[in-house]
């Protein structure tokens, strides 16, 4: 498993997921983000210890993705392991 994208911003590091909007219920897409909600809160038990920064994990549907859309704006609301 490969994510989309690895994000490190000043509060924490992000794995993003991207899929298509009528693929965000697929088995395999969900048994992947459990696997990847599961990453992240090893990362950040980790990292906390270490001091790092924490882990989150959003999958996100690409029809929300825009253009003119802040970083935070899109990603905050599918951050499925919110701490």
Not at 14 to 40: F, G, H, W
Not at 60 to 73: L, Q, R, T, W
């Amino acid at each position: 498993y490969e994510p989309d994208f690895i994000v490190e911003a000043k509060d924490c590091i992000y794995i993003i997921e991207i899929k298509a909007a009528n693929e965000m219920n697929d088995p395999e897409v969900l048994e992947k983000a459990k696997a990847a909600i599961k990453y992240c809160n090893y990362a950040t038990e980790y990292t906390a210890v270490n001091g790092g920064k924490p882990w989150k994990y959003a999958l996100i549907p690409h029809d929300k993705v825009a253009k003119n859309g802040s970083f935070k704006g899109i990603i905050l609301p599918f951050i499925i392991n919110k701490q």
